[in-house]
Nanobody, 128 residues
Framework: QVQLVESGGGSVQAGGSLRVSCTASGRTFRSYVMGWFRQAPGKEREFVAAIRGSDGNTDIADSVKGRFTISRDNAKNTVYLEMNSLKPEDTAVYTC?????????????????????WGKGTLVTVSS
């Protein structure tokens, strides 16, 4: 069982920056594929970014590419989502997820069904 705990959400004005973090339990974190998803009120869950543990390869959604960066610190069992140039439409609950086995085609995880564990989420609110 892997537990995921997000932190770092909050309120920011449009154009600002915020970093959210997710710390995972487990001794083999470095092998996990970690992802971030978000869900805005009244909308479906949306893929944001993912990072593979074996080689650090990343997959970023087009809607946030160039503004958001995903990274990880395996020594701290933590994955980060650095969010810059935030827009009101980025307002959502951001949830991290983990897949405990690697995958070759990371885009296959975008629907979320390939992830094994989910955190409870952290709210990010961007005001105009």
């Amino acid at each position: 069982q892997v537990q995921l705990v997000e932190s770092g959400g909050g309120s920011v004005q449009a154009g600002g920056s915020l970093r959210v973090s997710c710390t995972a339990s487990g001794r083999t974190f470095r092998s996990y594929v970690m992802g971030w998803f978000r869900q805005a009120p009244g909308k479906e869950r949306e893929f944001v970014a993912a990072i593979r543990g074996s080689d650090g390869n990343t997959d970023i959604a087009d809607s946030v590419k160039g503004r958001f960066t995903i990274s990880r610190d395996n020594a701290k069992n933590t994955v980060y989502l650095e969010m810059n140039s935030l827009k009101p439409e980025d307002t959502a609950v951001y949830t991290c997820a983990a897949r405990t086995t690697s995958i070759l085609l990371m885009q296959a995880l975008r629907n979320g069904y390939g992830m094994d564990y989910w955190g409870k989420g952290t709210l990010v609110t961007v005001s105009s």
